[in-house]
C-alpha cells in the first residue's frame, strides 16, 4: 500500500474547467458552498447505511452532522492576529469518509464527459452556471472560484484504515499523502482568496446555508451554533409550506434544478399513518450526477430514515415518482425482509399508489396542457403498467392518450374519443405504426374517411405489446383496423364502396384484374397468404391485410423495435381495382415492353405498404429498386 506522497497531473479538460472555475465565475461564487455541504450530506447518508447492518466501523457512536469553522491561516508572514492573514474555512463530517484509493477516484478525476459537456453548455452561454455546475459532476471543484489552496483531509469507517489528505492550488497538479486525523469523516480546509474572505464570516455562512441547504437532513453547524432548520418538510401542513420551499426541497432531494411537473404532499391517520411528499419530474431521464440515482422513494419511521430507495410502496412502472414517505407505523426495524412483508406496507403501499393515481387523473382532468407533457414524458411508464401489472389496466387505460385521425394531433382520452364516435359506431379504431406521418397515410383508414368515423394512432412500440390487453373499455370493444373480418357501419350511399372511386381512371376488365392478382401472387409467393380484391380501399392501391386468427402479429413488430430476430410476418394482399395505378398495371400487363416494370411496381407497392405498417426489415433496400423502376419507365416512355 502507498505510503508517501504522491503528485499526480490532472487531465487537459479539467485543467481547462479548473481554470474557468477559478478565474470567470466570480458571481457565482456562493455555490460552492452548496455543493461541499451536498457532498458532505451524501457522506452522512452513506455512513447512515452502512450502520444500518454493519455496526462494525470507526466512531460508530460519533454524531451525524456537519460542522463549518471560520479561522485566520498561520505562516511565516504573518500571525493569527493579523487583519491579512489569509482567512480559512473548514468544513468537517462524521460521514463515511475516503481511503487513499477513493480521494485518487473522487477527487482526482472528473468524468471526461460531464467535464466536456460542462464546458459546451458553458460555452453557449444559454444556461446559469450556478445551476450547471450541480448537473454534471463537477460540483466539487466549485470551490476553486474561492479558494487559493484546498486540503481534504478524510479517514474511512473502515477500522484500520489510515487518514490521508488530497491536496490542490486549482492548478494542473494535485498531491495525495498521508495525514492525522483521528476521527471518521472528511475535513475540507480551505484556504481563501483575498477577494474571498467573506466565506469566513459566519454570519455570510448562515445566510447561504438558509438560502440553499435549509433542509439537509443533517445538522449544520456554523462555530458551534445550528444554521439549518433541519425541518422535515413532509411532516409540514401543506399550507405552511411555499412554493419556494418546495422547490428548494426538490432541488436538494434530486439534484434537478428545474421545476417539478407536480407534486404530492399529503398526511393521513387512517386506514394507515403517513406523511409523504412526492414529486414527479419534468424528464423521465435523470441528469448525469442526479442525487436519485434507483428508483424508489425514501421510506422514514418516526422521521428516521430507514430505507434510502424503497421500491415497496410503489411498482416499479412509477418509479418516475420520487420523494419521502414516512409512517409511525412502521417498527424501527432495518431488515428490509421485515418491512417489505409487514401488513402496515402493504396498506401504506395501497395508500400512496392511490395518490399517485389521483394525482395523475385530476391533472388530466383539470389542466390537459401538463398533462400532455406527463404523457410525452412518461405515457411508455403508462404502458408499462398495463404490461406488466394486472392491476393496472383498470386505472391506466383512463389516462391512456392518442392522437386520432381527425383530431389534427389533439391528443385524445379514451372517454373523449368514444363521445366522438360516428352514428352506428360501436367499437374502438386503432392503428398500430412507427410514427404519426406514416399511419396518417395508412391504406387502412381510407374506409373509416369514407365513412367519417375517427382511427386511433398507436405509435409507441408498447402500444403493439398491450394491443392484446386491451379488450374492452367502456363495453366497447377496442378493434386493430388491419383485421380481415372488419365490419363497418354502413356509409349513406347505396352503392358498393369498390364501385365508386374519386381516383378511378377508367375500369380495368375482371380478365386483365385475374391476369394482375397472379401476377402479384407470383412475384411475391411465400411472402403473402392471399391476393384478392379489396372491398374498402379508396384512395390507395394496396393494403396489407393480417390473416385470420394471427395471433402474433404484434409480436413481429416488437421484435424488429427491439432488434431481435426479425421476420417479415406474412400478410394478405388486397387490391383496389379501381386505383389508377392498378388499373395502368392490368393493362401494362397487355405489353411485352411493360413486364419488368409491372414486377418492379409490385415489389414497390409491397415494399411501401411495409413500410407504412411499421414492418419493412430495412426501407434502404428499396433505394436500388426505385432507380430500376425509374430506368424502366423512362424506357417505355
Known amino acids: 500500500m502507498e505510503t508517501t506522497t504522491v503528485n499526480y497531473t490532472f487531465k487537459a479538460e479539467v485543467k ?51 460542522r463549518l469553522e471560520t479561522q485566520t491561516k498561520d505562516n511565516e508572514e504573518t500571525d493569527a492576529g493579523d487583519a491579512t492573514a489569509p482567512k480559512v474555512l473548514i468544513i468537517r463530517d462524521s460521514g463515511i469518509g475516503m481511503t487513499r484509493a477513493d480521494l485518487e477516484k473522487n477527487l482526482g478525476t472528473i468524468a471526461q ?16 452556471p450556478g445551476d450547471m455546475i450541480g448537473q454534471f459532476g463537477v460540483g466539487f471543484y466549485s470551490v476553486f472560484m474561492a479558494a487559493d489552496e484546498v486540503r481534504v483531509v478524510s479517514r474511512s469507517h473502515q477500522v484500520g484504515e489510515s487518514a490521508w489528505a488530497w491536496v490542490s492550488d486549482g492548478s494542473d497538479q494535485f498531491r495525495i499523502e498521508p495525514a492525522e486525523k483521528a476521527e471518521r469523516g472528511t475535513e475540507i480546509h480551505i484556504t481563501l482568496k483575498n477577494d474571498a474572505a467573506e466565506y469566513a ?95 424508489g422513494v425514501m421510506l422514514y419511521s418516526h422521521n428516521v430514515l430507514i430505507q434510502e430507495y424503497c421500491t415497496d410502496l410503489l411498482p416499479k412502472w412509477l418509479g418516475f415518482v420520487d420523494g419521502v414517505v414516512d409512517s409511525e407505523d412502521i417498527p424501527l426495524n432495518v431488515s428490509r425482509e421485515t418491512v417489505q412483508n409487514n401488513r402496515v406496507m402493504k396498506q401504506l403501499a395501497k395508500t400512496i399508489r392511490g395518490r399517485v393515481m389521483r394525482e395523475l387523473k385530476g391533472m388530466a382532468e383539470k389542466d390537459a396542457d401538463k398533462y400532455n407533457m406527463f404523457w410525452a414524458e412518461f405515457g411508455r411508464a403508462l404502458r408499462e403498467g398495463i404490461a406488466t401489472d394486472q392491476e393496472a389496466k383498470d386505472e391506466v387505460m383512463p389516462l391512456l392518450r392518442y392522437a386520432t385521425s381527425q383530431s389534427d394531433g389533439k391528443l385524445l382520452s379514451l372517454d373523449d374519443y368514444i363521445k366522438q364516435m360516428g352514428e352506428g359506431q360501436t367499437e374502438l379504431y386503432y392503428v398500430l405504426g412507427d410514427d404519426l406521418k406514416s399511419v396518417a397515410h395508412s391504406p387502412h383508414l381510407d374506409p373509416f374517411k ?48 369498390a364501385e365508386h372511386s374519386d381516383n378511378a381512371a377508367g375500369n380495368v376488365s375482371d380478365v386483365d384484374f385475374g391476369i394482375l392478382v397472379s401476377r402479384v401472387r407470383q412475384i411475391l409467393g411465400d411472402r403473402v397468404t392471399e391476393v384478392r380484391a379489396s372491398k374498402v380501399l379508396k384512395d390507395s392501391p394496396m393494403r396489407l391485410v393480417s390473416p385470420k386468427d394471427d395471433f402474433e402479429r404484434e409480436r413481429g413488430r416488437l421484435n424488429r423495435f427491439f432488434d431481435r430476430e426479425y421476420k417479415v410476418p406474412k400478410k394478405m394482399v388486397e ?24 414486377d418492379l411496381s409490385i415489389e414497390q407497392m409491397y415494399d411501401s405498404a411495409l413500410v407504412q405498417e411499421g414492418l419493412h426489415p430495412n426501407p434502404a433496400d428499396m433505394l436500388p429498386r426505385i432507380q430500376r423502376l425509374m430506368a424502366a419507365a423512362l424506357k417505355r416512355g
Do not use: C
Not at 458571481?27 to 450530506?41: C, G, M, P, Q, V
Open 16 to 66: 481547462q474547467l479548473l481554470a474557468i472555475l477559478a478565474h470567470s465565475l466570480y458571481k457565482e461564487r456562493d455555490i460552492f458552498l452548496r455543493e461541499l455541504i451536498s457532498n458532505a450530506s451524501d457522506a452522512l447518508t452513506r455512513i447512515q447505511f452502512e450502520m444500518l447492518t454493519n455496526r462494525d466501523v470507526l466512531d460508530a457512536d460519533a454524531e451525524l452532522a456537519i
Open 201 to 295: 464570516d459566519a454570519w455570510k455562512l448562515r445566510q447561504i446555508i438558509k438560502k440553499h441547504s435549509d433542509f439537509v437532513r443533517f445538522p449544520i453547524f456554523v462555530n458551534g451554533e445550528q444554521a439549518n432548520q433541519q425541518t422535515s418538510l413532509w411532516r409540514k401542513n401543506a399550507s405552511e409550506v411555499t412554493a419556494d420551499d418546495y422547490k428548494k426541497f426538490y432541488q436538494q432531494l434530486t439534484y434537478d434544478f428545474e421545476e417539478p411537473l407536480t407534486k404530492i404532499h399529503f398526511a393521513s391517520d387512517a386506514p394507515v399513518n403517513v406523511r409523504a411528499l412526492l414529486f414527479i419530474s419534468n424528464k423521465r431521464e435523470k441528469s448525469m450526477i442526479s442525487a436519485r440515482k434507483e428508483p
Open 575 to 598: 387490391l383496389n381495382r379501381n386505383h389508377p395505378i392498378i388499373v395502368d398495371l392490368a393493362q401494362t400487363l397487355n405489353d411485352p415492353l411493360g413486364s419488368e416494370l409491372v
Open 450 to 497: 369514407a365513412r367519417n368515423l375517427a382511427v386511433m394512432y398507436w405509435v409507441d412500440p408498447l402500444d403493439a405489446y398491450i394491443a392484446p390487453m386491451l379488450n374492452e373499455f367502456q363495453g366497447k370493444k377496442f378493434r386493430n383496423v388491419d383485421d380481415p373480418e372488419l365490419e363497418l357501419p354502413a356509409k349513406a350511399e347505396d352503392k358498393p364502396e
Open 113 to 128: 464527459s460531464g467535464a466536456r459537456e460542462f464546458l459546451s453548455k458553458l460555452g453557449s452561454g444559454q444556461l446559469d
